[in-house]
Nanobody, 122 residues
Framework: VQLQASGGGWVQPGGSLRLSCGVSGRIASSDAVGWFRQAPGKEREFLVALLLSTGDTAYVDSVKDRFTISRDNAKNTVYLQMNSLEPEDTAAYYC????????????????WGRGTLVTVSS
């Protein structure tokens, strides 16, 4: 499985960005895809998971009212729409895939894409 995140950049506080994750390779309809981030000096944290078979999602509380995960099956792409961005959202953002949503969230055996940097500042 190969994943490639893109769409990062600089945005002012209160602004929005949409990240994209291109997914290719042997990924099954039962797999899960998610987004993570790692801020400078901090551990990588789970943000949201999408179960491909049902479309079910699971968000961490800190972003659930501001971030939205979605997918375009025709483009094999998963998106992360980020609104009301705050300086604390500054981080490298990664997409990942796993056969199990729990394993995905706990970062066990994930396939990882290269990160895309998001900077929120005035």
């Amino acid at each position: 499985v190969q994943l490639q995140a893109s769409g990062g950049g600089w945005v002012q506080p209160g602004g929005s960005l949409r990240l994209s994750c291109g997914v290719s390779g042997r990924i099954a309809s039962s797999d899960a895809v998610g987004w993570f981030r790692q801020a400078p000096g901090k551990e990588r944290e789970f943000l949201v998971a999408l179960l491909l078979s049902t479309g079910d999602t699971a968000y961490v509380d800190s972003v659930k009212d501001r971030f939205t995960i979605s997918r375009d099956n025709a483009k094999n792409t998963v998106y992360l729409q980020m609104n009301s961005l705050e300086p604390e959202d500054t981080a490298a953002y990664y997409c990942a895939a796993n056969t199990n949503r729990v394993l995905l969230a706990t970062q066990q055996g994930n396939y990882w894409g290269r990160g895309t940097l998001v900077t929120v500042s005035s």
